[in-house]
């Protein structure tokens, strides 16, 4: 076979899989489709797939067929960064400073404290830390990993739920808001490459200038060349960042940050998400599966990603508990905003895979990092649908 017949099996089988184990599983209540087709690139990974028929591995997913699903797989994963860039709403978290600058703080600071002790646990062993990273980058970035909350996906589970339009859903949208912005800036600062950091001071002065000429060229078009002149910056603002060592995924994120929403239609903005998750993120889940990696044994990965989930759940669960009692919240309200906060998934995917590619983490981490962030998400509906039920009247608190 030629190795497009071979690319269009690959294609086949990422998105027949996956479907048919969501659809006639009925596994919606628990593990929405996106959930099992990350569980489904884990699958066909080395790991499970290579391991059970390693021909049959090595004839489907050969070198040239990878690279061509990762082309793709790059630029679904900087278009889905760049929405989620463009969907962060920070005037309203102003607007509502102190209670967003108290909620967002601890929900993101417990579970930082608590996964980089995980971390810190980790660093004896060998095998769990990069050969690129320094000891505090590595703790960082397994600490952030526990903390990050997955605003995209989080839009999603609260449209399941019926509260994305609801006071409640908008403030949690705000305190993942507030979130991202650190999450990245975090993700930012453990890239720092003292080697090329003129190159990143470069770029980020640059950037601010461009940024701003960008947004008045914005304003002054119509909404049907924006998306079009959006496209155009996102691959510009990506490879810079790349060129600088920051990382291209940075640069997608960077390139939503400095666009408002309102330059585009919302429902426009919604089914492009919605496509991007259809047509093209499946292939980025089948990526990151292929990274997947048993090496150390499959008991101790799911030990440390068992550590990790904990770390993440308890951690975000007492920050929000905290903020509460801060801010005097109704009883049973904390609980529900934590559990819906902690869910992973998408963001911390995509975090996760610019550390292994930065060699901040081997495959074994990425491996247990990857299984944390799929019991998080699939925890999320399952524990706060039962709580929206008994608590139905703090939905339409305002705030």
Known sequence: MSNTEIFLIAMLVIFTLPYLIWRLGRTDYFAPLVVVQIITGILLGPGVLGNALPDVYQFVFNPVVVQG??????????????????????????????????????????????????????????GWMGQKALSWQFVLGIGMSCAVTALPILILLMEKLQILREPMGQ????????????IWGVLALIMLDWTRVGRQAIFLVVFGVVAFGFRKLMQAIEEKDRWYVALIWLALCSFAADWAGLHFMVGAFLAGAVMDAEWFNQEKMDLLRHHVLLVMMPVFFLSTGLKTNWTLGGVVVFFVAAGLLFASISGKWLGIQIAG??????????????WLLQTKALIMIIFANILLDKAIITDATFTALLLMAIGSTMLTVPVVQPKLARLRELISRSA
Not at 171 to 182: C, E, G, W
Not at 325 to 334: D, F, M, N, S, V
């Open 171 to 182: 403030r949690i949208l705000r305190y993942a808001s507030v979130d991202d912005i650190a």
């Open 69 to 126: 699903l990762n082309g793709v797989a790059w630029w679904a994963v900087m278009l889905f960064v760049m929405i989620a860039g463009i969907e962060l709403d920070l005037r309203k978290a102003w607007e509502h400073k102190r209670e967003s600058g108290i909620t967002a703080g601890l929900a993101l600071g417990v579970p930082l404290m608590f996964g980089s002790v995980v971390a810190v646990l980790m660093l004896p062993f060998p």
């Open 325 to 338: 009692r801060i801010l005097q919240w109704q009883p049973g309200e904390a609980s529900i905003i934590a």
